[in-house]
């Protein structure tokens, strides 16, 4: 830079007057009205998108006042890839593959969703084997997906030890998936018509011995957590939404139930083998972490209860209907939906009669979900705001797609 | 009284101190991997070493990502000879479809894990090369034989 450059920048500033130029540091004894009259500026954080508690690429925008959110804007995207667009260029049977890539902690749930879809709109018989193998295989990876949820919610909240113990006892339910399914995240096991492979032998043995040593578990992270006098005040009466807030923003799953509305489509549209099933949906009062946190521990118990039903009472027969190899399903729309962990996560298919999707289009319920921060952010503070994210249970992939 | 859940939580960390480890010492002990277990796609063979494959392109057809490539050329008497058969394995998802769409066992998910590689060239490997193609017909009537020697055994 030359001085005349640099001489041109300064007139510039200063011309620009008091927005540009730096503000003089003033000690508080020359304050003319004392500490009263010493208004801080607003300053917008950035919080994200690489921010360890955003539990992935969420971005979200903080106005703050010292310590104290003003406002709060979540901004979306980074993790896009365009799985709806894909899903128009791909066979029926090619697009499971994208959709477990959407919700990549609950795939059992994406792709039952998507297969329901397929099925009304091709009209296909499933036998009640595979119902029943999907519903048993959705229950085990609600656990999964809780458990991830509760270990990274405990690291919010600062507890690191939990996470451990989590990661170890969700091991023992990877390798069940990995048995059944072949993978461990990516499943592409439930398909149109039926699952791909029928349930293992030795599938049975694993399934039993992770029930039999799972309450104690769930016992362990109780003492872990619950009863935490560090953990308590950081989630107890922080981030309520009212349940009128949350019908209003569109909210499903626990976060819906934290707010004491029962609405469970296991329970009020029953699929699959639900009807049969006896089992309750855990609800809490006002809506705070607190609430949500204890509905989804409330869940874990009740999915494993779900799973012995389901696994006791699985019946004989075929493990998948006819499907052809090249589906064309005819010219017609149609909406399916699940109970993910997450909450309402639903599948919208355009069909043109061809092979391929003329549209597909997600229902994130985490989206949905993660709406409602703009609302109930401002107020707290940042600490409580990470924690208030954190009990949302977001999963960016779905999210953004 | 306040400070019991931290000494209940403490309780649960000595209790799992004495649990011991779960991980194994993973180069030197390998835990097995299950049956389904679904890595990178090897070509299966005949008991003679010919290839099952009759280059009938499901698979290629069958693939959502198209990292299969089956180049072939048809003679006169109808055989196929299989120029190259290669696969992208730096870009499989493991789906498994291809495996599936095989009507003649021809293809198979492996359990060879350790995919990581340096030289990129490495991320493409050739199935098959320079090998006729088996017939359908005569593989069908071999696996029918067979089917039919195990149910009268």
Redesign the interface.
């Known amino acids: 830079m030359t001085a005349d450059q640099v001489k041109r920048a300064a007139d510039a500033i200063a011309a620009e007057g008091t927005l540009v130029a730096p503000k003089v540091p003033t000690g508080l004894r020359r304050v003319p009205g004392g500490v009263d009259a010493l208004a801080t500026e607003h300053l917008v954080v950035n919080m994200g998108p690489q921010h360890p508690s955003t539990h992935g690429v969420l971005h979200i925008l903080l106005e703050l006042d010292g310590e104290e959110i003003i406002a709060a804007e979540a901004s979306l995207g980074y993790l896009h890839r365009g799985i709806e667009k894909l899903a128009e260029h791909r066979r029926y049977h090619q697009i499971g593959t994208l959709l477990d890539r959407a919700d990549y902690v609950s795939g059992f749930h994406t792709e039952w969703a998507y297969s329901m879809a397929v099925e009304r709109l091709a009209e296909i018989e499933v036998p009640a084997r595979a119902e029943w193998i999907r519903a048993l295989m959705s229950e085990l990876n609600r656990i999964a997906s809780h458990l991830l949820w509760l270990g990274t919610f405990g690291m919010d909240t600062g507890a690191m030890g939990p996470f451990l113990y989590i990661m170890r006892d969700r091991e023992a339910l990877l390798d069940i998936f990995e048995t059944v399914s072949g993978a461990r995240m990516m499943f592409n096991y439930v398909r149109p018509g039926g699952v791909v492979m029928d349930f293992p032998l030795q599938a049975e043995p694993l399934i039993r011995a992770f029930l039999d040593t799972w309450d104690g578990y769930l016992d362990e992270y109780h003492d872990l957590l619950t009863g935490n006098e560090i953990f308590r005040p950081r989630v107890k009466g922080i981030g309520v939404i009212p349940r009128s807030t949350a019908v209003a923003f569109g909210m499903t799953g626990a976060c819906l139930r934290g707010s004491g509305l029962p609405w469970d489509l296991r329970k009020t549209r029953p699929y699959g083998p639900y009807a049969e099933l006896d089992f309750e949906v855990p609800l809490g009062t006002t809506g705070d972490n607190w609430d949500r946190y204890m509905v989804r521990m409330e869940e874990m118990r009740w999915a494993a209860r779900l799973a012995r039903q389901l696994l006791d009472g699985l019946p004989e027969g075929d493990f998948t209907a006819k499907v052809p190899k090249v589906l064309r399903p005819p010219a017609g729309e149609v909406y399916a939906a699940v109970e993910s962990p997450r909450g309402e996560l639903g599948v919208h298919i355009l069909s043109d009669g061809s092979d391929v999707p003329y549209r597909l289009r997600l229902r994130s319920p985490a989206l949905f979900n993660l709406s409602v921060v703009d609302e109930v952010l401002p107020g707290s503070l940042i600490a409580d705001a990470v924690v208030t994210v954190g009990s949302l249970d977001i999963v960016l992939g779905e999210i953004d797609r | 009284m306040?400070?019991?859940?931290?000494l209940?939580?403490m309780?649960?960390?000595w209790?799992?101190l004495m649990r011991g480890p779960?991980t194994v010492q993973y180069p030197d002990e390998r835990l097995t991997?299950?049956?389904?277990?679904?890595w990178a796609v090897i070509p299966l063979m005949n008991d003679d070493g010919a290839p099952r494959c009759t280059a009938c392109m499901n698979c290629v057809r069958?693939c959502?990502d198209g990292i299969l490539d089956l180049s072939f050329v048809t003679r006169e008497d109808k055989t196929k000879h299989i120029d190259t058969f290669r696969y992208e394995v730096g870009a499989c998802?493991?789906?498994?479809?291809c495996v599936?769409?095989c009507p003649f066992d021809a293809l198979a998910?492996g359990h060879d894990y350790e995919l990581a590689t340096t030289d990129t060239a490495c991320l493409t490997s050739t199935l098959l090369a320079d090998v006729d193609a088996a017939s359908p017909k005569r593989e069908r009537t071999a696996g029918d034989a067979a089917e039919k020697g195990g149910d009268d055994a």
Do not use: D
């Open positions: 306040y400070g019991l859940g931290i209940k939580g309780r649960v960390s209790r799992n779960i991997l299950p049956e389904r277990a679904r069958a959502p998802m493991m789906c498994g479809l599936e769409s998910m």
